[in-house]
């Protein structure tokens, strides 16, 4: 069989069980068809696998402990190694230094990084890669309905809570109007108003137009929390100033020492406690109103 007729041969394959698993639900269907390894990242052990989606393939990393009945974190880093300099795009977009994931393992309880298509060695495996879907189409709809697919696949109903960094921040708050599972969102240092920040650096005025909208306020009730750092010269707060304006319900924290990648591993214990405050004072309010 020819190698194009085998790769599509993969794709309908991957598309059928994905849309089965969507109809089914996941958890009707036994085990799962992908194979968690053990891996140690920093002294911590994590369960790593691949997880199929109706667009791409998406490495998750899951620290399987108990939720207590708590929300589990999804991580979502930047944009990570896309280009090696202007013009030229990178062969792995694999982020040199995963902060989203080093955030993630400060977490007590369940947390899981989902990271971004064809990261993490895909971008060789999986033969829908190309450069386009880091650089241009980076928050694309393609690129976003396939999170959005993986983590259906992945959690069934589990309530979770978005956390993003950086072009994370962008993919985590498109895919928190979509997902009715998820109670929360933080976002820190996002590029949040893509067309400003695109015009900002002058890049190309596609990377905009190719990426899926982004609602504010969204459609549903969830806490919403965005961190900005005041020394960011790469996303600064007043570039997404105007399109938060327009989301009253959202809290958002600009942190005096902060710049783009320093020292949000060091802030984090700050924020995830405000966001905790956030979630319990949203709870005692839906109560309220639902009592009236």
């Given at each position: 069989?020819?190698?194009p007729?085998?790769?599509?041969l ?5 598309v059928?069980?994905?849309i089965?698993c969507?109809q089914?639900?996941c958890?009707?269907m036994?085990q799962?068809?992908w194979?968690?390894?053990t891996v140690t990242y920093s002294?911590v052990e ?6 199929p989606s109706a667009h791409?393939q998406?490495v ?11 929300p589990?974190?999804?991580f979502i880093?930047?944009d990570?190694n896309?280009?090696l ?11 040199v230094d ?13 947390a ?6 064809c ?16 650089t241009?189409?980076?928050y694309?709809?393609?690129?976003v ?11 069934a109903d589990?309530q979770i809570?978005?956390a993003g960094f ?8 498109q895919l928190a109007?979509?997902?009715d ?15 400003r920040w695109a015009?900002h650096?002058?890049?190309s005025?596609?990377l905009a137009?190719?990426?899926a909208?982004?609602?504010?306020p969204?459609k549903?009730q969830f806490?919403?929390?965005?961190v900005?750092g ?7 707060f007043e570039?997404s100033a105007e399109l938060?304006?327009?989301?009253p ?9 902060a710049?783009h990648?320093c020292?949000w ?5 700050r924020?995830s406690a405000e966001?905790?405050q956030?979630m319990e004072?949203a709870s005692l309010?839906?109560v309220?109103?639902?009592?009236r």
């Amino acid at each position: 069989m020819a190698l194009p007729a085998v790769r599509m041969l993969v794709k309908l394959l991957v598309v059928g069980w994905v849309i089965g698993c969507t109809q089914m639900g996941c958890s009707q269907m036994g085990q799962p068809p992908w194979q968690a390894k053990t891996v140690t990242y920093s002294g911590v052990e994590l369960d790593k696998q691949v997880v199929p989606s109706a667009h791409f393939q998406h490495v998750v990393f899951d620290n399987r402990r108990a939720s207590a009945q708590q929300p589990t974190w999804v991580f979502i880093d930047g944009d990570g190694n896309a280009w090696l300099r202007d013009g030229l795009a990178s062969e792995d977009p694999t982020p040199v230094d995963p902060l989203a994931l080093r955030l993630m393992l400060q977490v007590s309880g369940r947390a899981v990084y989902l990271a971004r298509p064809c990261a993490f060695d895909l971008a060789r495996s999986d033969p829908r890669c190309s450069a386009q879907v880091w650089t241009v189409d980076r928050y694309s709809e393609e690129v976003v309905e396939s999170m959005r697919s993986a983590l259906v696949t992945y959690f069934a109903d589990d309530q979770i809570v978005l956390a993003g960094f950086s072009g994370g921040a962008v993919l985590a708050t498109q895919l928190a109007d979509r997902l009715d599972s998820v109670v929360g969102l933080v976002t820190i240092a996002g590029n949040l108003d893509v067309a400003r920040w695109a015009e900002h650096h002058g890049y190309s005025a596609a990377l905009a137009a190719r990426s899926a909208p982004l609602r504010l306020p969204p459609k549903r009730q969830f806490v919403r929390l965005h961190v900005f750092g005041a020394e960011d010269d790469n996303a600064p707060f007043e570039l997404s100033a105007e399109l938060l304006a327009g989301d009253p319900g959202a809290r958002v924290r600009v942190f005096a020492t902060a710049d783009h990648d320093c020292c949000w591993a060091e802030l984090w214990p700050r924020i995830s406690a405000e966001f905790q405050q956030l979630m319990e004072a949203a709870s005692l309010t839906w109560v309220s109103s639902a009592v009236r």
